[in-house]
């Protein structure tokens, strides 16, 4: 199955760090791993994506695990801003592409 | 700097009716997808293009066609809409999909 798992909802408070977990067992070597958020109303937003290494950009950091089975998107100073489904996608074969039903991240102030 | 961009933005049509729904992309973007948001899910992959001129089916084709005639534009078409095809509609773009997509705000049809 190409799909991640990740929780179905997690609660932040405001301006502390968050640590959204993806699962992705099944992901082989050439995949990427890629996170975007979703406002409401909104169509999704690109966060970040990384091969093997840790990423770092001005939204968040990923990093992802040494068998790469796994990964964790994180945002260090949570907004409410940041309130939003958040998407672990896994990309295999250049252009595939699937959305789970992501994590929806609430920030509490 | 648009981006991509969807029109309409909201439509409702009536069982059996056809319409189009254009995305167009100002990024030289080779790249193009069509997804449907149903409430509560994740986006699932209608049609997509890797060129101007090529189109390839996605995960949900069925009751769809698309068109790219030119590279920025990316047309995605209900011959004969039914409600099940009641959703929240996004184009896509990408110039390398490993790179990160970049999406539409979305048009939301209603059939009835």
């Known amino acids: 199955d190409a799909k991640t798992t990740q929780p179905n909802s997690m609660e932040s408070n405001e301006e502390e760090p968050v640590h959204l977990p993806c699962n992705h067992s099944t992901i082989s070597g050439t995949d990427y791993i890629h996170w975007y958020r979703q406002l409401p109303s909104q169509g999704p937003e690109y966060v970040i994506h990384?091969?093997?290494s840790n990423v770092n950009n001005r939204m968040a950091s990923l990093a992802i695990a040494e068998d790469r089975k796994s990964s964790t998107l994180i945002l260090h100073r949570a907004t409410l801003r940041d309130a939003a489904v958040y998407y672990c996608?896994?990309?295999?074969?250049?252009?595939?592409?699937?959305f789970g039903p992501g994590t929806r991240l609430s920030v509490l102030p | 700097n648009a981006g991509v961009t969807q029109t309409p933005k909201f439509r409702v049509l009536k069982t059996g009716q056809s319409m189009t729904l254009l995305c167009a992309q100002d990024m030289n973007h080779e790249y193009m997808y069509w997804y449907r948001q149903d409430p509560g899910m994740g986006l699932r992959l209608i049609h997509y293009?890797?060129?101007?001129?090529?189109?390839a089916k996605g995960e949900v084709p069925d009751g769809y066609n698309v068109s790219r005639l030119k590279k920025q534009n990316f047309l995605l078409g209900l011959e004969s809409a039914a409600p099940s095809q009641t959703s929240v509609y996004f184009c896509a773009s990408s110039r390398q999909p490993s790179y990160g997509y970049t999406f539409g705000s979305g048009t939301r049809l209603t059939v009835v």
């Open positions: 996608i896994r990309v295999w074969g250049g252009q595939n592409f699937v």
């Open positions: 990384g091969l093997t």
């Open positions: 293009s890797v060129g101007e001129g090529t189109t």
